[in-house]
């Protein structure tokens, strides 16, 4: 059991709390690149408790900035966008990607005074089909070349989950949790034997589970009796990877989280392709109605994803941690306790925190993608088919 006072530290991500300034040194993707077009050249976007405008002006720069104008306040998602950046509509104030005031129409000719106006931006950048954003002090890191985003032998799919209705920390602490899978996401994730008693799932399977701290998170390890291992990667802090995929957990703010998922099939010759704007499906909501703020009942339980997120949403918006009772098989939310507030305190003592990168020219980081692929293979998994994958939605 933990305090009221530590539980806020795992879970508060807006401005100046400490997770909030941990998270603000990773890149996040904030939207499809798809959803920007010349017809909606404007998407709003909340991520770590700030409302902001991503946009793309007409000459092709996509910037992101504080949604409220920085004259009287009014949404620059209604904006004009013009060549040098976005016009607000109400005053027409003209703001670059930068967030660099241009012009205020309305003032004299010859005024100056749109030099004393700075508006707040954020560095965005196109990758695997998504805008990518970093909100943190400069300089910005680099992205890191996971191989699971930048592997050239296959394509990608990424999958857009719908919102999930509660805090980060919750869908993180999942992702370090090895004890469920074989118990949760029983009837889709078994098939080894037939499963006995539903209470356990599969769980008299697993021979035994290991979690230990690698480079860029915590790898955890399953094997079976059977001598089949897997083996998923926990990529701190946002990240979670599965056999061939990577699940980015984005907090919208401290009770709503966006999950993207970068999917990666390989071509069956090795041959590489170019797989720049990989197709994008979005996920049906798993609960009704979509927008409901309820999480109980009537979910889709056909999916594993929609499992977890039951089981995320149904712990509260934000879990009470001081009521939790631990056990032998939690090992793992113990180890990403003590990461988080490990990396929060070198980020206070103003050192970067585990897994930013800032070379640009990095190679690419192994994160057990090929072990993922090999298991999924073992299995004889028909997720490895990228034509059946994307034509699922
Ligand atoms: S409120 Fe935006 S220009 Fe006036
Ligand atoms: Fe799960």
């Keep these: 059991m933990i305090s009221a006072e530590e539980n806020e530290i795992y879970v508060r991500v807006g401005p100046g709390t400490p997770a909030g300034e941990l998270l603000r040194r990773?890149?996040?993707?904030?939207?499809?690149?798809?959803?920007?077009?010349?017809?909606?050249?404007?998407?709003?976007?909340?991520?770590l408790c700030e409302d902001l405008i991503l946009f793309k002006d007409k000459s092709g720069r996509v910037g992101l900035i504080a949604d409220h104008c920085a004259h009287r306040g009014a949404s620059l998602l209604y904006g004009r966008v013009e060549e040098r950046g976005i016009a607000c509509a109400y005053h027409g104030w003209l703001y670059d990607p930068a967030g660099n005031c241009l012009e205020c129409p309305a003032e004299p000719a010859g005024s100056m005074f749109h030099l004393t106006v700075k508006h707040r931006a954020y560095p965005v950048q196109k990758?695997?089909?998504?805008?990518?954003a970093?909100?943190?002090?400069?300089?910005?890191?680099?992205?890191?070349?996971?191989?699971?985003?930048?592997?050239?032998?296959?394509?990608?799919?990424?999958?857009v989950h719908p919102r999930v209705d509660c805090n980060w920390f919750q869908t993180m602490e999942n992702a370090v949790d090895p004890a469920h899978l074989p118990i949760l996401h029983q009837e889709l994730a078994g098939g080894r034997e037939r499963?006995?008693?539903?209470?356990?799932?599969?769980?008299?399977?697993?021979?035994?589970?290991?979690?230990t701290v690698c480079d860029y998170g915590i790898m955890k390890k399953r094997v079976y009796k059977s001598g089949l291992i897997d083996e998923h990667?926990?990529?701190?802090?946002?990240?979670?990877?599965?056999?061939?995929?990577?699940?980015?957990?984005?907090?919208?703010?401290?009770?709503?989280?966006?999950?993207?998922?970068?999917?990666?099939?390989?071509t069956p010759d090795g041959s590489e392709v170019d797989d720049d704007d990989p197709v994008v499906v979005y996920l049906p909501n798993f609960k009704e109605p979509a927008g409901g703020m309820h999480p109980y009942a009537r979910f889709r339980w056909d999916m594993v994803s929609s499992q977890d997120t039951c089981a995320w949403e149904t712990q509260?918006?934000?879990?009470?941690?001081?009521?939790?009772?631990?056990?032998?098989?939690?090992?793992?939310?113990?180890?990403?306790?003590?990461?988080?507030?490990?990396?929060?305190?070198?980020?206070?003592?103003?050192?970067?925190?585990?897994?930013?990168?800032?070379?640009?020219?990095?190679?690419?980081?192994?994160?057990?993608?090929?072990?993922?692929?090999?298991y999924m293979?073992?299995?004889?998994?028909?997720?490895l088919d990228y034509e059946k994958a994307i034509s699922r939605y």
């Design 377 to 383: 293979k073992q299995r004889g998994s028909a997720q």
């Design 26 to 47: 990773y890149w996040h993707p904030v939207a499809p690149a798809q959803e920007l077009t010349d017809e909606q050249p404007t998407r709003f976007v909340r991520i």
């Design 316 to 374: 509260g918006p934000i879990a009470d941690r001081t009521r939790y009772r631990l056990a032998s098989s939690d090992r793992g939310i113990i180890m990403l306790r003590e990461m988080l507030k490990e990396n929060i305190e070198r980020v206070q003592q103003g050192l970067d925190p585990r897994g930013v990168i800032r070379d640009p020219d990095h190679e690419v980081i192994d994160t057990n993608l090929t072990n993922g692929l090999e």
């Design 195 to 211: 499963i006995v008693t539903g209470s356990g799932g599969f769980v008299n399977q697993v021979d035994h589970t290991d979690l």
């Design 233 to 266: 990667p926990m990529i701190f802090p946002t990240i979670t990877r599965v056999n061939n995929s990577s699940e980015i957990r984005v907090p919208i703010d401290d009770t709503h989280t966006m999950n993207y998922e970068p999917f990666f099939y390989p």
């Design 127 to 132: 990758f695997i089909g998504l805008y990518w």
């Design 134 to 159: 970093y909100l943190g002090p400069p300089p910005a890191p680099v992205i890191p070349r996971f191989d699971v985003w930048s592997r050239k032998d296959g394509r990608r799919r990424i999958a």
